[in-house]
């Protein structure tokens, strides 16, 4: 296998994440609509945050209303995505899609506004303040180095530093 396809190597920031994060999205939007007319949905993980760099996967998540959380589920399941078997965070759904073209998605569900403003109030946080995004940088190099491609270690590593901005919530 190539490093640069690991799971948990460390990629350079592509200039092209946001385009390939928008495509996504409108495919996204239009599987919602009509049915769900409520949502939201937000590019975040490092893909999101220029210059950062990480897995190299667009991180996607999505807020729906609690009642149509299980057919954003299904909305989401026949565009290709495969959900997590275990799942890493209480009140939302991960999945992930790796089309053949090399783009990687992992799309996050939730109902619940404070764990979605969570995502976006990190990647908000690290753009706004680049001594910190350069220290997350460094983090997340070290992390993939040292988990040897183990996804809780890698997790685990970063979590801590995670957990201390979004106390300031």
Do not use: C
């Amino acid at each position: 296998m190539k490093k640069e396809w690991m799971k948990y190597s460390f990629r350079k920031y592509n200039k092209n994440y946001p385009q390939w994060f928008n495509q996504e999205k409108n495919q996204l939007i239009k599987s919602f609509k009509p049915e769900i007319k409520s949502f939201n949905i937000e590019h975040v993980g490092s893909t999101a945050i220029p210059g950062l760099g990480g897995k190299g996967i667009i991180d996607i998540a999505i807020l729906v209303k609690r009642e149509k959380y299980l057919l954003a589920k299904k909305k989401v399941l026949y565009l290709g995505y495969l959900q997590w078997k275990v799942p890493s965070w209480k009140k939302r759904l991960s999945f992930k899609k790796y089309p053949k073209q090399g783009k990687r998605y992992n799309l996050h569900l939730t109902y619940d506004l404070r764990e979605f403003k969570k995502m976006i109030f990190f990647r908000n946080f690290l753009i706004k303040n680049p001594e910190i995004l350069k220290e997350y940088k460094s983090l997340k190099q070290k992390a993939a180095k040292t988990s040897k491609n183990h996804g809780q270690t890698y997790r685990d590593f970063k979590a801590p530093f995670i957990k201390s901005i979004n106390r300031r919530m």
